[in-house]
């Protein structure tokens, strides 16, 4: 069922580019795609993004549970996003709120040697490395990178809690990195501040109120 899965993700992406891509995407033991790349892919049509299945050249996302980094050819990018949350009518999607910053020179040249000098793109998805813990709290990192012939989406759940892993200890010390490197938190931090008052959920466990 896995191959039947590439091979739709092909022929989705072969109308927009004259070559098809290898596409590298999770899935369940009955061949069904992860939840994460469901989200994921809500997300990227919700906020206006790429599809990287359909671009040509190196690109790459790190979406964490409120930002998403989106590096191209041309330059770079964060966005930050929450979701608004009524607890009387939570099945219903609350509405989707953004910002988008730029990632400017020198910063920008900055990430894209991190990415290359720490290796993080030749690290497997987490169903891939022997010993990586599962759980339904903490936080999920998911790596979306692509190139003209390749895509590939990587998730890696809470990274923190397994210092005894070196592929756990990479992903942290990245993500850690970028974190300063473009100054997330002060970006999130300014992005909240301008919320209307209430409550945010992004799908996981963790909801952030503002009074």
């Avoid at 671009?55 to 989106?70: A, E, K, M």
Wanted: with cysteine; net charge negative.
């Amino acid at each position: 069922m896995r191959t039947s899965i590439i091979a739709l993700l092909i022929l989705t992406s072969w109308s927009c580019s004259s070559q098809p891509k290898k596409a590298s995407i999770p899935t369940y033991n009955d061949g069904d795609t992860t939840l994460w790349y469901g989200w994921k892919t809500e997300l990227i049509y919700e906020l206006k993004l790429d599809d990287l299945l359909n671009t040509d050249g190196f690109r790459f996302r790190l979406w964490t549970d409120n930002q998403v980094i989106d590096l191209s050819q041309n330059g770079g990018k964060v966005v930050t996003f929450e979701r608004e949350y009524d607890e009387k009518n939570y099945q219903k999607k609350g509405k989707l709120h953004s910002e988008t910053a730029k990632i400017v020179e020198p910063i920008l040249s900055q990430f894209q040697e991190l990415i290359k000098s720490s290796k993080i793109l030749e690290l497997p998805s987490e169903e891939d490395i022997e010993g990586w813990a599962q759980g339904f709290d903490g936080i999920t990192y998911t790596i979306e990178y692509s190139t003209t012939s390749e895509y590939h989406f990587r998730t890696y759940w809470t990274p923190d809690i397994q210092p005894e892993l070196p592929e756990a200890v990479l992903v942290k010390n990245f993500v850690q990195q970028t974190q300063k490197q473009l100054n997330l938190k002060m970006l999130y931090d300014q992005f909240f501040a301008k919320l209307p008052k209430g409550c945010y959920n992004n799908g996981d466990i963790i909801m952030t109120c503002k009074e």
